[in-house]
């Protein structure tokens, strides 16, 4: 039982893990997938490596935009609804203190307790009660715009190094299978923490990501493969 608890809390105190690994993924999938498909396309190894430092920045850089934008219209959405419940509660204490009695009824509390917990509650801080209890907003799961651009961003960047990393150190002749072959690596590895960190069966999420990644390099490799053919 003790072990089975601290598990518990360690899932808790590790849930940046996931959506740190799963922005690598998409750094990994992405630089070696276009790698790939410019070293199909029969390209000098300068090009390619090129190819692969301009998908790392500019992945890096759209993760970060849209995380940024995805994140800040959250936070203005929370910001708008906290506002219209401070004024709800200056308009009408009485209504919104039985509105939250009805939410802790809702819950499981007998009437008469859930009126006591609602009014020590609104008597120590009546919007935090209501956003906390009736909106869902609270201060460790509140929208950072800022902190999940720069995660976005760095957790890609480190993703995508890994292709480039092999990149610069594989032999030429080499480059596509050594690409191929790291990268499935990283993946499952990836995969399996993630889906670890997330409770869920670990070679099930290894063998998903690894199977995804796979189709998206082959496909952007015959791409690739097609066009140099055709130049």
Same mark, same amino acid.
């Given at each position: 039982?003790?072990?089975?608890?601290?598990?518990?809390?360690?899932?808790?105190?590790?849930?940046?893990?996931?959506?740190?690994?799963?922005?690598?993924?998409?750094?990994?999938?992405?630089?070696?997938?276009?790698?790939?498909?410019?070293?199909?396309?029969?390209?000098?190894?300068?090009?390619?490596?090129?190819?692969?430092?301009?998908?790392?920045?500019?992945?890096?850089?759209?993760?970060?935009?849209?995380?940024?934008?995805?994140?800040?219209?959250?936070?203005?959405?929370?910001?708008?609804?906290?506002?219209?419940?401070?004024?709800?509660?200056?308009?009408?204490?009485?209504?919104?203190?039985?509105?939250?009695?009805?939410?802790?009824?809702?819950?499981?509390?007998?009437?008469?307790?859930?009126?006591?917990?609602?009014?020590?509650?609104?008597?120590?801080?009546?919007?935090?009660?209501?956003?906390?209890?009736?909106?869902?907003?609270?201060?460790?799961?509140?929208?950072?715009?800022?902190? /999940?651009?720069? +995660?976005?961003?760095?957790?890609? $960047? %480190? =993703? &995508?190094?890994?292709?480039?990393?092999?990149? #610069? *150190? !594989?032999?030429?002749?080499?480059?596509?299978?050594?690409?191929?072959?790291?990268?499935?690596?990283?993946?499952?590895?990836?995969?399996?923490? /993630?889906?670890? +960190?997330?409770?869920?069966?670990? $070679? %099930? =999420? &290894?063998?998903?990501?690894?199977?995804?990644? #796979? *189709? !998206?390099?082959?496909?952007?490799?015959?791409?690739?493969?097609?066009?140099?053919?055709?130049?």
């Amino acid at each position: 039982m003790r072990s089975h608890h601290m598990e518990q809390h360690l899932t808790g105190q590790i849930g940046w893990l996931r959506p740190a690994v799963l922005g690598a993924n998409d750094g990994i999938v992405s630089t070696a997938s276009l790698i790939l498909g410019v070293a199909a396309a029969h390209a000098t190894p300068d090009n390619i490596l090129l190819a692969g430092v301009a998908g790392l920045v500019a992945g890096a850089m759209s993760m970060a935009a849209g995380e940024y934008v995805s994140v800040q219209s959250q936070a203005d959405s929370e910001q708008a609804d906290i506002e219209r419940e401070r004024q709800e509660l200056e308009a009408d204490d009485l209504g919104e203190r039985k509105e939250l009695i009805a939410i802790y009824i809702g819950r499981g509390l007998d009437p008469m307790l859930a009126k006591q917990v609602a009014d020590q509650l609104m008597a120590h801080d009546a919007l935090g009660a209501h956003t906390r209890d009736e909106l869902g907003i609270s201060e460790a799961l509140n929208a950072r715009p800022l902190q /999940a651009t720069f +995660a976005s961003a760095f957790s890609f $960047a %480190i =993703g &995508a190094a890994m292709p480039l990393l092999v990149t #610069a *150190l !594989a032999p030429n002749a080499s480059l596509i299978p050594f690409i191929s072959v790291t990268s499935l690596v990283f993946l499952a590895f990836l995969g399996g923490l /993630a889906a670890w +960190a997330g409770g869920a069966r670990v $070679a %099930i =999420g &290894a063998i998903r990501v690894t199977f995804w990644g #796979a *189709l !998206a390099m082959g496909l952007t490799a015959g791409v690739g493969a097609l066009f140099g053919t055709i130049a």
